[in-house]
């Protein structure tokens, strides 16, 4: 089956670095995508990654290892508007995203 | 993204209501999607419409009846629902289905879905 997994739960500091990690096993692969959710509103898009590599945006950036089924997003300078959910979701060999189940990140003064 | 729009924002019903949930987008996109989310579970996709037609239905039952007059306007009916279908279902748009990047998809701000 296709699976993406991710941690429920990270709390970090303002002001620090964060790493989401996200490993995935789907069938076939056309892209990775993250996207942030604070409560109650709608998931707002933050990148995609299609090569291996570094992607860097601003405070948010995003790697993806295709091999090792892996990306992680780094969040730097940490601020308390960043406390959200953070979505993984990956677009297999049939373009339909398959989503994990989120990370909600808790930033802490 | 604030280019996809949903109405209304909360809604109460009845299991023998019949309601519907519209999704409108102003992006120009050509593919529409609709989405369950509940609570510390992965989005569900349920339909997927690409230039107006329905291209999948990922074993949606019944009581979910999907409609998309055009490319910017999405409509779920509902009707007959069950408690457990209580949760924040999410409209979403992209430029069109199945080119890899050009799949970004843009979310709506959902309705929170209450069943009683």
């Known amino acids: 089956g296709q699976n993406i997994d991710q941690p429920t739960e990270m709390t970090a500091t303002e002001g620090a670095i964060v790493q989401i990690n996200c490993t995935y096993q789907t069938s076939g692969f056309n892209g990775l995508f993250w996207y942030q959710q604070h409560a109650g509103e709608a998931p707002t898009f933050l990148s995609y990654?299609?090569l291996d590599g570094l992607e860097e945006k601003g405070r948010f950036s995003s790697f993806l290892s295709r091999s090792k089924g892996y990306s992680y997003l780094l969040l730097k300078e940490l601020q308390m508007k960043d406390s959200a959910s953070y979505l993984c979701a990956v677009m297999d060999s049939n373009y339909q995203l398959i989503w994990g189940a989120g990370t909600k990140l808790i930033i802490k003064p | 993204e604030t280019g996809v729009t949903q109405t209304p924002r909360h809604l109460v019903m009845g299991m023998t209501n019949k309601k519907s949930l519209k999704c409108e987008q102003h992006?120009?996109?050509?593919?529409m999607y609709w989405y369950k989310q509940s609570a510390k579970k992965p989005l569900e996709l349920m339909f997927v419409y690409n230039f107006k037609e329905q291209t999948e239905n990922n074993s949606v039952p019944s009581r979910f009846s999907p409609e998309c007059p055009n490319s910017s306007h999405l409509f779920l009916h509902l009707h007959t629902l069950q408690p457990e279908d209580s949760a924040l279902y999410l409209c979403?748009?992209?430029?069109?289905?199945?080119?890899?990047?050009?799949?970004?998809?843009?979310f709506g701000p959902g309705t929170r879905l209450l069943v009683l």
């Open positions: 990654n299609v």
């Open positions: 992006l120009g996109h050509n593919a």
């Open positions: 979403a748009s992209s430029q069109e289905r199945g080119v890899g990047g050009g799949e970004t998809q843009y």
